[in-house]
């Protein structure tokens, strides 16, 4: 009989550990990371968002992607952008890639306070920060209020992006719902009051009041003006997030919440939806003491936010009409938008609802009963059409009967063979269910008080 081969060193002490392990009640595994324990415990909250975790996947030719929000800048007119570009190296190169203002450059601020004009905004440029993008204007509001446990009061569905950023401060979010004019003022002042009295601080509101991501809902002026009176009397900072703003497709564009009561209102721009979104310049409209915190917060990330893309923007908008160019956007996204309303109309199946958004990039879907969007995105998939399942924009796991469709990259006719497919899958799933009997499974575990989810 063979001996048995001794253990290796590698295997002994493998062994040995798992031994320890199992004594001491202590954790034992094989692991890639071997800095796993040595991570922030912030750390376990950085998960890749649904979104980009489709990007691979909807990239694929054959796949018509109604996911993404990314903008299209087809009709940019580049060589104008060529010119401009030109002009900065030529007759400012050296300061233009040098290190900037940490506030961002004094011109930038100037043009900034003009774009926010069109909403009624009256500012000043030192009361401005320039970010990289207004993603990281969120983090910096974010990290200058939020300890861990605080609260923040979001609309729901909300931005994914946004609840990224909340997680990663290990912030709890709680959601108010909303109707077809927005946010509910009643549901607002019920969740802050019940905030409160669970001994947890509600640091602000977060709402993007222009054609909500991923919802496409507007809140109403009479909303507004209500939202703002609501949280003047809770003492609640409102965070106004507003990238779409200027993307009206049915009318002219609302004022603001800022332009509301500047001393309550943090606001959030960006030139990403106007412009370009790989320059990456946003900005914070802050009260004149948070600016100042707001400032520390950048300075200490980026020491400065981008100086050659605040130079190109800027040139871009002084040689070229950009309102104009605006508008050129508007009238591309219009008939994005009216190509998926119709094709909407045309292929869904009966219990199906949506959003009529008036501007923005989203449509928000309503599935028949029964169905669930992150169970059918496997489907979908292979159905050759990618959306974003529900879930991925709330914080406590709602959302499993809603999806959110985006028309502002696709063409119309790729946005119309998109929705004919996702029909098709839709159809398949209502097909099975009815098939197994899932639609009466589904009913009588709803009646007990059991969600869909649990059941599919």
Known sequence: MPATPEPTAAAATTADAAAIARA???????????????YAARANALTASAVRSLFSVAARPEIVSLAGG?????????????????????NSGAMAMQYGSGQGEPFMREHICEVMELEGISSHPDDIVVTVGSQQ???????????????IIAEAPSYVGALGTFASYQTRVVH????????????LREAVTA?????????????????????GITQSLARRRELVETCRELDLLIVEDNPYGLLTLDGDPMPAMRAMDADRVIYLGSFSKTFAPGFRVGWVLAPHAVREKLLLAQESAVLSPPVFSQ??????????????????????????????????????????????PGGGFFVWLTLPEGLDSQSMLPRGISGRVAFVPGTAFYADGFGTRHLRLSYCYPTP??????????????????????TFGLHETARLHRDRGVPASDVF
Not at 24 to 38: A, E, N, S
Not at 195 to 215: C, D, E, M, Q, W
Not at 413 to 434: K, T
Request: include cysteine; charged fraction near 30%.
């Open 24 to 38: 001491t009640g202590q954790r034992f595994d094989t692991r890639l990371d071997h800095y796993v324990d040595h």
């Open 70 to 90: 990314m903008p299209n800048i087809v009709d940019l007119p580049l060589d104008v952008v060529a010119r401009s570009l030109d002009s900065v190296v030529m």
């Open 311 to 356: 130079y190109a923007i800027s040139a871009y908008l002084e040689q070229h009409d950009w309102q104009a160019q605006i508008v050129t956007f508007r009238d591309m996204y219009r008939e994005r938008r009216d190509a998926m309303l119709a094709a909407l109309e045309e292929f869904m199946p009966e219990g199906t609802s949506w959003t009529r």
């Open 413 to 434: 006719a790729n946005i119309r063979e998109g929705v004919r497919r996702l029909a098709s899958v839709m159809r398949q799933e209502l097909d099975l269910r009815a």
């Open 195 to 215: 905030v409160r009295a669970s001994g947890r601080k509600a640091k602000f509101l977060y709402t993007i009041p222009n054609f909500n991501n991923p919802s």
């Open 176 to 187: 108010v719902a909303m109707d077809d004019e927005g946010l509910d003022p009643v549901a």
């Open 137 to 151: 204007a969120l983090d910096l509001v974010t990290r200058i209020f939020c300890d861990p446990d605080d609260v």
